[in-house]
C-alpha cells in the first residue's frame, strides 16, 4: 500500500477499509500522537495525546464521503484537527485543574528529567507561536506549505518567524549552557 496516497488510503478507510486505516495510522498516526503530547504536556490532560488522536480518526469516519474528498492534505488537515483538539482539551483539563487546586486536590506537576529536559525547558521558554511552529515542524514534520494550511497563515511568515524561532531557542540554550558552566567548578 506504500504507493497509495494519503488522499486515497483516507477516502478506503472512510468506507471501512481496515487495511488501509492501519496504512494511514502507520503513516501519520505516530507524529499525530507526539504533536497531541507534545502540545499537551504541561497541562493536566498530558496523556491523553493518544486519546486525541483517536478521537480525531472516530471523527473522520463519521464525515461524509463528499467532505472526505474535498481534503487536499491529508497531513495537514489531520494536524489543523488534532492541534484544534488538543488545544480544547488542555483548555477543558485546565479549568478542572484550576477547580481541582482551588478545592485543594490536586499536587503540583512532575517535573522532567532527562537527555532531552534541558531542550524541552528551552522550547517551554519560546512564546506560544514560536513554540507552535517548532512543534509543527518538527515534532508533526510538516513543511511549511503544510503549515501554512494547519496555521491558515503565509508560508513565507511563517518560515521567517521559524528562523526566529529557532535563533531563540539557540540563545535560550546558549545561555543555559552558559550559566550551568559558569556554576561547574565554584565552591561553596
Known amino acids: 500500500m506504500n504507493t497509495i496516497s494519503d488522499h486515497d488510503l483516507l477516502r478506503l478507510m472512510h468506507r471501512g477499509d481496515q487495511a488501509a486505516a492501519r496504512e494511514l495510522w502507520s503513516r501519520l498516526g505516530g507524529r499525530l500522537t507526539a504533536l497531541a503530547a507534545s502540545m499537551l504536556r504541561h497541562s493536566p490532560g498530558a496523556s491523553l495525546g493518544p486519546d486525541v488522536v483517536q478521537g480525531v480518526f472516530l471523527k473522520v469516519l463519521k464525515l461524509s464521503a463528499r ?76 513543511t511549511f506549505d503544510q503549515i501554512a494550511r494547519v496555521l491558515e497563515e503565509n508560508r513565507d511568515t511563517l518560515a521567517s518567524r521559524y528562523r526566529v524561532a529557532l535563533q531563540r531557542l539557540r540563545e535560550i540554550m546558549s545561555a543555559r549552557v552558559g550559566a550551568a558552566r559558569a556554576g561547574v567548578g565554584r565552591s561553596s
Not at 112 to 132: F, N, V
Open 67 to 142: 467532505d472526505v474528498k474535498s481534503i487536499v492534505d491529508v497531513a495537514a488537515w489531520l494536524t489543523t484537527l488534532v492541534r484544534r483538539e488538543s488545544i480544547d482539551t488542555r483548555r477543558k483539563h485546565s479549568r478542572g485543574a484550576a477547580r481541582a487546586i482551588a478545592n485543594g486536590d490536586m499536587a503540583g506537576t512532575p517535573s522532567e528529567a532527562g537527555p532531552d529536559a534541558e531542550l524541552l525547558r528551552a522550547i517551554d521558554a519560546l512564546d506560544e507561536h514560536q513554540r507552535e511552529l517548532i512543534q509543527l515542524k518538527h515534532v508533526a514534520g510538516l
